[in-house]
């Protein structure tokens, strides 16, 4: 059993990139898909470098969109585990904007993304424990117990959820739908 412990900030990257016009979508912005590669890149270093091992993403918590990146802009990363279980890990992204001419620096989005250690094999392995050290990094910490929970609930709600009932479909006549 691995008892080791690692702290938040032996997990920390940053990456910076330079936004060209081949990132860019049809109305001149930064490509969503683009930004999203590269936030999945820094999870898995941010989480093989924690881990020690190759890392795959089990899944990507909500992604907002907050404001538009342009050609031309410096785009930095930022990553660190915040929260460890047994082999999972959730890695916090933040993705900052910067305008190089005007210095004027804009947060674009922010995510999480879980990543689960593997072995040679495919196996999934044991990663260090967490050494908290700061109020923040407790709190990143207690805000991933609390996203992991809900999402339980959530998923357990879907399993028990009657979407034939008469509540329901009188409930769905609300919308913008027609039940056919």
Request: hydrophobic share 35%; glycine share 4%.
């Given at each position: 059993?691995?008892?080791?412990?690692?702290?938040?900030?032996?997990?920390?990257?940053?990456?910076?990139?330079?936004?060209?016009?081949?990132?860019?979508?049809?109305?001149?912005?930064?490509h969503g898909g683009y930004?999203?590669?590269?936030?999945?890149?820094?999870?898995?270093?941010?989480?093989?470098?924690?881990?020690?091992?190759?890392?795959?993403?089990?899944?990507?918590?909500?992604?907002?969109?907050?404001?538009?990146?342009?050609?031309?802009?410096?785009v930095t990363l930022k990553a660190s585990v915040n929260y460890v279980g047994k082999t999972s890990m959730v890695v916090g992204i933040r993705v900052d904007s910067e305008n190089i001419q005007t210095g004027t620096v804009?947060?674009?989005?922010?995510?999480y993304f879980t990543m689960v250690a593997k072995d040679?094999?495919?196996?999934?392995?044991?990663?260090?424990?967490?050494?908290?050290?700061?109020?923040?990094?407790?709190r990143r910490f207690f805000s991933c117990i609390k996203r992991i929970a809900t999402r339980k609930e959530r998923d357990q709600h879907e399993e028990t959820f009657d979407y034939s009932s008469n509540e329901v479909l009188e409930e769905l006549k609300k919308y913008n739908i027609e039940i056919l």
């Open positions: 059993m691995n008892l080791e412990y690692k702290t938040v900030s032996e997990s920390k990257i940053t990456i910076s990139q330079l936004m060209l016009p081949s990132h860019s979508n049809f109305n001149g912005k930064i930004i999203l590669s590269l936030m999945d890149q820094i999870a898995f270093a941010c989480a093989s470098k924690y881990s020690g091992t190759y890392c795959v993403t089990a899944s990507v918590d909500t992604v907002d969109f907050l404001s538009p990146i342009e050609i031309g802009e410096l804009n947060h674009c989005n922010s995510s040679k094999l495919g196996n999934s392995v044991q990663v260090p424990r967490l050494a908290l050290s700061s109020l923040e990094e407790k």
